[in-house]
């Protein structure tokens, strides 16, 4: 699922998400109130602010014990702060009093940061947003939204998920107004989840026309309505997923998943038709993804895929770039009984250009607050909950607010801390960028893979343009090591006579002289030699480059490797060695040259 937000100003827009979190939601159970707030750090004020719940929530948790608290993981919340310096966060599923059986509520609470809990104000906005009547009907998965400032202050635009109108509501006086598109967006599937999986808007503020792109069954669609002649426009678009709106400094964009890309579709304004451009250089097999504006209203990208890692995409010149910001080591992952992990994480630019996130570790589990200024990567923990599984996050200018929902007893909070010095903070660091270049529809150009094919021509190119020699894929492997598995020696050279690191290592401790050595590359293995790669380095499982020349069967690497100092008796952490794994393969070759024979 694909979760928007504009972080520049004090509006949200785009829609506001949930997904089920299966593994961690089984068994839940809630109380009647939301519960104390968790112990926070020093900096952070933490405050409950409502229980999560609909009406008979009880009755359905004697009935589908572990269904309920699963379609109950969907709620989410939103934090903002409207031009007066009022905080607020917008939250679902509540019952707020309601009597009808699965009735729910989508509601409002304003806070002060500086009064605590006692200055909780709460208000409903709408019903009926989350569950529908039938139980065909399933439950929402997202609610479109967007907040702008009006000329009557803070409004909430939403799309009722199952009424199917656009509202506008005003926060200062609860004023409300809707426009009915029932006829327009006709339901044409009542067995799934609703929301954001099936429409998004965009409203400029201070105009009148609304951009919507809309799944329906035959494709993709995208649509202006004008609020005031009630026009529709409307036209299919070459899409087979649902796309969603970004406004951005090159202009409004369309993006989706598809053929495993995250893709962006923008109309040229002279010849009005579609283009798309992939922005992802990478597939992305399971994965969420969250999108954001900097401070100069360019798009950023966090993509935390279920390999267990924090992906922070942004524009770098005339490149992109890729940081690994935070990775769960699989294997910890796995000892903790969990085969896939999720992250849920919010963004915020300062308007000092620093960057700002807010994260769960699943496996530690804190919620933390990270930065980057100056290029530095800082952490500090905010509290710790028992489960998060959505956040949201605002840079007001003197506070950071944070919005999250616990699913261990099942309620929404908001955290906040002045936004001064950021002191106390623990510094952490990320591998090197991996940067790439959009070409246009599928085509990404990124140094790993052009390295590997021996193009230097385009290596060239993307190291003029600021492409980071050693920058770190999702396994940690840098452009030499793909040139090297590539048995790409041009590129080689040319990436040693850049002085890219010859004993670079990825996430398993393996360097490019391994992956010569794995690939029989006498040549290459020669090349890293006289460049100072170490022929006796061992890798996490405590193989050297020989280790692996011999498992491999590859005699001519070996007999580099042997002639450069490799060591025949060196010993992985099984205790074997070069000698001892020839002798179990019955390779005799390789016997007679480790032995000296």
């Known amino acids: ?39 926070s750090s020093a900096e952070w004020n933490v ?6 719940e ?26 903002v702060e409207g031009e007066d310096g009022t905080s607020y966060v917008i939250y679902w599923p509540t019952k707020d009093g309601l009597t009808e059986y699965r009735d729910t509520a989508l509601m409002l609470a304003s806070f ?35 907040t702008v400032e009006g000329e009557k202050g803070l409004e909430i635009w939403y799309f009722h998920p199952y009424e199917r109108r656009l509202v506008q509501y005003r926060v200062a006086n609860g004023e409300r107004k809707s426009w009915d598109f029932t006829e327009i967006l006709p ?17 400029e503020p201070g105009e009148s026309t609304v951009r919507f792109s809309i799944y329906r069954q035959e494709g993709v669609h995208f649509a202006t309505y004008d609020l005031e002649t009630k026009e529709w426009s409307e036209e299919k678009l070459e899409m087979r997923s649902s796309p969603w709106i970004m406004p951005t400094k090159e202009g409004l964009w369309l993006t989706t998943l598809a053929e495993e890309r995250l893709f962006r579709y923008a109309r040229d304004p002279q010849a009005g038709e579609w283009s798309r451009m992939a922005l992802t250089p990478v597939p992305i097999r399971r994965g969420e993804v969250l999108m954001f504006l900097d401070n100069e209203e360019r798009l950023n990208m966090l993509l935390w895929d279920y390999g267990y890692s ?15 910001v935070k990775t769960v080591p699989k294997e910890k992952a796995r000892a903790a009984g969990k085969s896939e992990v999720f992250f849920a994480v919010s963004a915020a630019y300062g308007p000092d250009g620093t960057l700002h996130l807010c994260w769960f570790d699943p496996l530690e589990g804190k919620l933390q607050h990270l930065w980057r200024a100056n290029g530095t990567w800082y952490e500090e923990d905010i509290t710790s909950p028992g489960q998060v599984y959505s956040t949201s996050m605002v840079h007001t200018g003197e506070r950071l607010l944070i919005s999250y929902v616990d699913m261990a007893d099942e309620s929404v909070y908001v955290a906040s801390r002045k936004a001064g010095a950021m002191e106390g903070g623990e510094k952490f660091e990320v591998p090197p960028p991996l940067h790439y270049m959009p070409m246009g529809g599928k085509d990404v150009s990124w140094l790993h893979l052009v390295s590997s094919r021996g193009d230097t021509e385009r290596m060239k190119e993307l190291l003029k343009k600021g492409a980071h020699i050693n920058g770190a894929d999702s396994r940690g492997a840098s452009p030499l090591h793909y040139a090297v598995l590539g048995g790409a020696e041009e590129a080689v050279r040319l990436l040693l006579d850049r002085d890219a690191f010859v004993n670079a290592t990825d996430k398993s401790g393996r360097t490019p002289l391994h992956a010569a050595a794995f690939a029989n590359s006498p040549e290459i293995l020669e090349m890293l030699v006289a460049a100072g790669a170490s022929v006796g380095t061992s890798d996490d ?43 179990d393969s019955e390779n005799q070759e390789l016997i007679n040259l480790l032995t000296g024979l």
């Open 310 to 324: 924090l992906q922070l995409t942004q524009p770098d010149g005339e490149l992109w770039k890729v940081e690994y």
């Open 541 to 583: 499982a405590g193989s050297t480059p020989l280790h692996l020349a011999v498992r491999q069967g590859n005699v001519e690497a070996a007999r580099v490797l042997l002639d450069k100092g490799a060591r025949a008796d060196a010993k992985d952490k099984q205790g074997r060695t070069p000698l001892s794994i020839a002798r």
């Open 187 to 203: 339901m044409y599937n009542i067995s799934w989840t609703w929301g954001s999986h099936w429409l998004d808007f965009y409203l």
């Open 112 to 146: 002060d940061p500086e009064k605590g809990p006692q200055s909780i104000s709460r208000k409903r906005i709408e019903t009926g947003v989350f569950l529908g009547e039938k139980r065909a009907q399933g439950y929402v998965s997202g609610i479109p939204m967007q």
């Open 1 to 39: 699922m694909l979760t928007i937000e504009n972080m520049k100003g004090r509006g949200l827009f785009g829609f506001v998400w949930a997904m089920a979190l299966t593994a961690f939601a089984l068994g839940l159970t809630g109380c009647e109130t939301a519960g104390a707030a968790p112990q």
């Open 47 to 52: 405050m409950a602010v409502d229980k999560l």
């Open 54 to 79: 609909w009406v008979g929530i009880e009755k359905d948790r004697e009935r589908l014990p572990q269904r309920t608290p699963e379609v109950l993981s969907f709620g989410g919340s939103f934090v």
